[in-house]
């Protein structure tokens, strides 16, 4: 009887504890989940692609420059993208940033996995923030991926539909609206996607004004011009500013220093006394340009013919190359056109 009764005893020990630990376990994710609710949204942002630069929210800390080098060699010579902005009380504040920082760390996906990068990530943040910082901000980046892999698992089926019907186009849109909303909770979501789904929004505008047949040329020049009050104030700016950089080459038609009088008189009338300076300036940048890429793939070629180097001193070699001869934007821009750099 006396042992049947220890037996009891320690049973009912047992629930008592594990039903503790159960309770500990739901607050703590309650916890977390309040904090990340909290998060404030961001201020809005600009037009995607363009990436000019953005407003810091007044109460936010943007993230010092790191210290610490690129995570992988295919990212040696850049330098992190996006960052974190942290309130006063310690608090991550939701902004495009933020978005920045996640994909420069996903650009590695396919040459690591998925924990390998977040430990990459984590690794950088613990060099900058306190933990309840890199805990709030890891937390955001495993709900972040976890869009990222939904929307992997539905490109097929997107791209499947007819792009060209304005009806398909706008369910896809929708959807992948949804989706975003859905994982990321609408602060998250809006931060993140707001700059891109208003111009998702403006070209879909722009596709039904194109495509309906009861318009007259000059109702759809009138009824696309009005479409622009779908974009924020920046982007329609942006808009313009690339739109009439369009028209000043769409009138030069050739280079700046070979234009006849009367061309050069029109561009300054339309677009001030110093577009041709502009023009120039941009001629030059191109032609400065051709000269380091044809460089670069001289180089390139110059190690890949020496037979006494393996392929990691090869790839060394080339990078070094790039960080003597070029800016890290340049470096950035000669491996994305140069993909295999890293094999070569």
């Known amino acids: 009887m006396k042992r049947r009764s220890v037996t009891r005893a320690l049973i009912g020990v047992a629930i008592v504890v594990l039903g503790l630990m159960l309770l500990g376990k739901s607050f703590r994710k309650s916890a977390v ?6 998060l404030p949204p961001p201020a809005p942002l600009g037009l995607p692609g363009a990436e000019p630069a953005l407003p810091e929210p007044s109460p936010a800390r943007p993230e010092p420059p790191s210290p610490t080098p690129a995570p992988h060699p295919s990212l040696d010579g850049t330098d992190v993208n996006g960052g974190l902005h942290v309130d006063s009380q310690g608090r991550i504040v939701l902004h495009r940033d933020l978005r920045r920082l996640f994909d420069y760390y ?5 040459r690591m996995d998925a924990e390998s990068i977040r430990a ?3 690794q950088h943040l613990e060099a900058l923030h306190p933990l309840p910082v890199v805990k709030q901000a890891m937390a955001l980046f495993d709900r972040y991926l976890t869009l990222i892999d939904a929307e992997t698992r539905l490109t097929e089926e997107w791209t499947a539909r007819d792009l060209n019907a304005t009806a398909q186009v706008e369910e896809v849109l929708a959807e992948r609206r ?8 609408d602060d998250m979501a809006e931060a993140f996607y707001q700059d891109q789904e208003q111009y998702e929004a403006y070209q879909l505008e722009r596709m039904k004004i194109s495509t309906n047949p009861q318009l007259t040329p000059e109702q759809k020049k009138a009824a696309l011009e009005s479409a622009e009050i779908i974009l924020s104030p920046e982007q329609r700016e942006i808009r313009k500013k690339t739109f009439a950089w369009l028209d ?4 030069a038609r050739q280079p700046v220093d070979s234009l006849d009088g009367e061309a050069a ?6 677009f001030g006394d110093d577009a041709l300076d502009r023009l120039a300036a941009v001629e030059e940048e ?3 340009w051709e000269h380091k890429r044809a460089a670069w793939l001289a ?8 037979p006494n180097l393996s392929d990691e001193e090869r790839t060394a070699s080339l990078l070094e190359y790039g960080r003597t001869h070029l800016d890290s934007t340049e470096l950035r821009r000669m491996q994305a056109l140069d993909s295999d750099t890293s094999a070569l």
């Open 106 to 110: 996903l650009s590695l996906r396919g």
């Open 265 to 270: 008189e029109a561009i300054r009338q339309r």
């Open 33 to 38: 989940d309040s904090t990340l609710s909290s």
């Open 286 to 288: 191109r032609r400065t």
């Open 178 to 185: 949804y989706l975003r909303h859905e994982y990321l909770g």
């Open 120 to 122: 990459l990530l984590r």
């Open 299 to 306: 180089e390139k070629s110059r190690l890949a013919a020496l």
């Open 248 to 251: 000043i080459k769409s009138l």
